[in-house]
């Protein structure tokens, strides 16, 4: 919850007095109370939502479940019914102050936030300090397309990958971890693997989004490094999954090949799978015939194309399938 401070910013260093802190931070959980009393007297919603286990047919009543179900989306809509909620504009009311990310991000420099420590006390209070531009979250601007859209990944090929929280993956490209987040917080630690070349998804990911989330106890092994370079994760790691996000499109036809070379060993013989998104272009270019026959030389057999479709906006990804075809 905000609190309220009309406009928080609009000068140096705002003091709220304590009283009126405590006074409006009783006033409102009062409020809330109240809302969430009546709420709960006038809900006919099903009564309870662990019925999860309906959905994902594995019996285990929710637990390690990926994908959202139908009854997940129901739900959802409900809440949204009964708590009679509509987009509105996201105009300066009481306790909310909309800002843009650059706006927030000047906010965050020049006025620190509401408490804060100052002077030589302003170094040692903070374990991971986060640079600004992290903070605002920037980077979830990176991509073209809805930072959400990293969850409608991760649920395709979880599911088309029969993934196991004991099941270890390699994402080739993962920078921010839009995508790689869903696997880390689902997998086991140590089993989420990353080679991704940009310094500055790097910092997003270790500086932000692993701590943010609670996640820096899974021990991901992310390794800065470009040209297809796997050796630091080890001679003897086998793979259930290995995925590109749209990654093959921006590096050389013959790169990519280079990286399927090195990856195929690497990859759990028949169960494995590899999975690319967008095209595959460095095969298609080779005609029909061609592609087969050098994948087949790696010993990688094309298994098919798939769709999934985004839970949250317009908008669908194509995914293509690959499997190992000799141990
Ligand atoms: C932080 O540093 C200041 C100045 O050296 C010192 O007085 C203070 O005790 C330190 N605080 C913590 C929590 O270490």
């Known amino acids: 919850m905000a609190i309220s401070t009309t406009p928080p910013y609009s000068q140096k260093g705002v003091v709220i007095p304590v009283p009126v802190l405590v006074l409006s931070v009783l006033a409102?959980?009062?409020m809330l109370f109240f809302l969430l009393s009546s709420l709960s007297t006038s809900c006919s919603c099903p009564p309870s939502l662990q019925a999860f286990g309906g959905g994902?047919?594995?019996g285990d009543g929710g637990v390690g479940r990926v994908s959202t179900t139908r009854e997940d989306i129901e739900w959802v809509r409900n809440q949204?019914?009964?708590n009679g909620l509509h987009m509105q504009d996201n105009i300066l009311r009481k306790g909310i102050n909309p800002?843009?990310?650059a706006q927030q991000l000047q906010d965050l420099l020049q006025f620190k936030g509401i408490s804060h420590y100052e002077g030589a006390e302003a170094d040692n209070h903070t374990a991971l300090p986060c640079p600004g531009e992290l903070l605002v979250e920037e980077h979830h601007s990176n991509?073209?397309?809805p930072w959400a859209g990293g969850r409608d990944v991760f649920e395709f090929l979880a599911d088309s990958s029969h993934l196991s929280p004991n099941s270890r993956v390699l994402e080739v490209g993962c920078g921010t971890l839009r995508v790689g987040l869903h696997f880390i917080r689902y997998l086991n630690p140590e089993h989420f693997h990353c080679l991704e070349r940009d310094e500055l998804s790097l910092m997003a990911a270790f500086r932000?989004?692993?701590p943010a989330q609670g996640l820096l106890y899974k021990r991901p092994l992310i390794v800065r490094g470009?040209?297809?370079?796997?050796?630091?994760?080890g001679p003897n790691v086998m793979y259930d999954l290995i995925y590109a996000s749209a990654v093959f499109l921006h590096v050389p036809d013959k790169l990519v090949w280079v990286g399927l070379e090195r990856l195929v060993t690497k990859?759990?013989?028949y169960d494995g799978r590899i999975f690319v998104s967008h095209n595959i272009k460095f095969c298609s270019r080779l005609g029909g015939e061609e592609c087969t026959k050098r994948l087949a030389t790696l010993g990688l057999e094309y298994v098919g194309k798939h769709t999934h479709d985004s839970l949250l906006f317009n908008h669908y990804e194509i995914w293509f399938e690959f499997r190992r075809s000799r141990a």
């Open 28 to 30: 409102a959980a009062t």
């Open 56 to 58: 994902n047919g594995n």
């Open 80 to 82: 949204i019914q009964q």
């Open 99 to 101: 800002r843009t990310r």
């Open 143 to 145: 991509y073209g397309e």
């Open 208 to 210: 932000y989004e692993l």
């Open 226 to 233: 470009e040209d297809m370079d796997f050796t630091r994760f």
């Open 267 to 269: 990859l759990r013989p």
